[in-house]
């Protein structure tokens, strides 16, 4: 564990970036006090991204799925009630 002061940091920030995304913990510190750590973050599982089909032969959509309620719908519109 690495500790830098204010002035350092800024100086380096990128260089400790850098070095934190590398597993190393950087403390920054102003006249010796500790104030701040700077760890690389923890990875999201599967990279974070959706994944299409996960749910394959788990769902199913009926055939008419793009007229369901057409006739309601169409009713609503026309300011008719059932």
């Known amino acids: 564990m690495r500790t830098v002061n204010i002035h350092e940091a800024k100086?380096?920030?990128?260089?400790l970036v850098e070095a934190a995304a590398n597993g190393?913990?950087?403390i920054i510190a102003r006249a010796g006090k500790p104030l701040a750590r700077l760890t690389a973050l923890e990875q999201p599982a599967a990279g974070g991204q959706r994944r299409l089909g996960f749910m394959r032969g788990q769902v199913t959509v009926p055939d008419d799925f793009d007229t369901l309620g057409a006739a309601e719908i169409a009713a609503m519109f026309h300011g008719e009630s059932s």
């Not at 100086?11 to 260089?15: D, L």
């Open 11 to 15: 100086t380096h920030f990128s260089q």
């Open 24 to 26: 190393e913990t950087v």
